[in-house]
């Protein structure tokens, strides 16, 4: 079933969420490496009050970065509102317009021996060329592609509804990333052939439940998951919230142990493909040798090294296949796969990726 949270944002385009600070830095933790001397863009951020922004302007020396760009849209509807939380009294700094923030230093102002807010505050009223406004902050904007352009990594939380396009706009000038988007756009027939070609995957922080996401005032609190944080921002928590990265990490080069051993009674054949179904990622038969569908939540686990991926058993997979694969599986229609889902005894089953283990171990 679709998260109800998600769902009832998306139709009404209400899917400005802002994400916590804690899960940026336990899923940033395994990326350090890939900053030193590069242009960061958050180009989904209101800079004065995204978390992305923080950790990057905080951690700017760490990194070893080269530059930090953020930006938001027009009529940002958070905009301006934690500011003076956070870097003290700003207040003629004019709301509801798209603004731009470029760190290119960040040095102890103050004198107290560390680098906090209080000496990025200092950057932003004094250095000049740090602030300015933009047309409309959209990163489809022009103004804000050449902001891309300039950008050798892009991390940031786009738009769930934007998803498709923002991934698109990325793949199409090449840059690494990091964002957040929700489970199910794995099986989008935008977004899997690119993890199908080891182009995109999964980041290794989030596995499983669902994530707390600030949301803006004006957010309905109509929803199971809604509530009010301990300082009385509203929150939304959302399930099936997954990293996409095209940036490498160890963990995606883990071997996944396997320990079941097949047999034809405990893995059923579909009916409509020429592979068996196994239901859970850990009851991947370690000595099978062809076809098997498992659950989206396998690239969790994907090792491209062990396993190859074939294609996707969903709703998506007749429009979006190409003949030759799906000749390749012997897929055959059924009344039941509303579009290409594995069809079991004549049972429809969730989304499948079919894959092949490349390496099956023998008795």
């Not at 994400?19 to 990326?31: A, F, G, V």
């Not at 004065?48 to 923080?54: I, T």
């Not at 009294?89 to 107290?112: C, H, L, Q, S, W």
């Not at 406004?133 to 902001?147: A, H, M, N, V, Y």
């Amino acid at each position: 079933m679709p998260n109800e949270n998600l769902t009832a944002a998306r139709l009404a385009r209400k899917d400005e969420f802002y994400t916590q600070l804690t899960d940026i830095e336990r899923e940033l933790q395994h990326y350090w490496p890939h900053f030193r001397d590069k242009v960061v863009l958050c180009n989904c951020d209101d800079p004065y009050e995204s978390n992305f922004f923080k950790y990057f302007a905080l951690r700017f020396n760490q990194l070893g970065l080269k530059k930090l760009i953020c930006t938001c849209y027009n009529g940002s509807p958070v905009q301006g509102n934690e500011l003076m939380i956070d870097f003290g009294d700003f207040t003629d700094e004019p709301k509801k317009i798209a603004y731009k923030v470029e760190i290119t230093e960040v040095r102890d102002m103050n004198g107290d021996g560390a680098v906090d807010l209080s000496d990025v505050r200092y950057l932003l009223q004094n250095e000049k060329n740090v602030i300015t406004t933009l047309k409309t902050g959209d990163f489809r904007d022009p103004e804000c592609i050449e902001l891309l352009k300039q950008a050798d990594i892009v991390v940031t939380n786009p738009p769930f509804s934007l998803f498709r396009e923002y991934v698109a706009q990325l793949m199409d000038y090449e840059k690494k990333f990091l964002i957040i988007g929700n489970v199910n756009a794995i099986t989008y027939k935008e977004v899997f052939p690119l993890i199908k070609d080891n182009k995109v995957w999964l980041g290794p922080s989030i596995t499983s439940g669902d994530r707390k996401f600030n949301v803006p005032d004006d957010y309905p609190m109509n929803a199971a998951g809604c509530g009010l944080d301990d300082d009385g921002k509203r929150y939304i928590r959302v399930k099936g919230i997954r990293w996409f990265t095209n940036l490498d990490h160890y963990k995606r080069h883990e071997e996944l142990d396997l320990v079941c051993h097949y047999s034809p009674e405990e893995y059923p054949s579909y009916d409509n493909y020429n592979a068996i179904n196994v239901g859970k990622t850990a009851d991947i038969p370690f000595n099978y040798t062809e076809l098997m569908g498992v659950p989206i939540t396998f690239l969790d686990k994907y090792n491209p090294e062990q396993f190859e991926i074939i294609w996707q058993a969903c709703g998506n997979t007749r429009a979006s296949a190409p003949k030759e694969i799906l000749e390749s599986l012997n897929y055959v229609p059924h009344p039941q796969d509303r579009g290409g889902c594995g069809v079991v005894k004549g049972e429809r089953q969730y989304a499948r990726i079919l894959i092949r283990n490349k390496h099956p171990r023998k008795l």
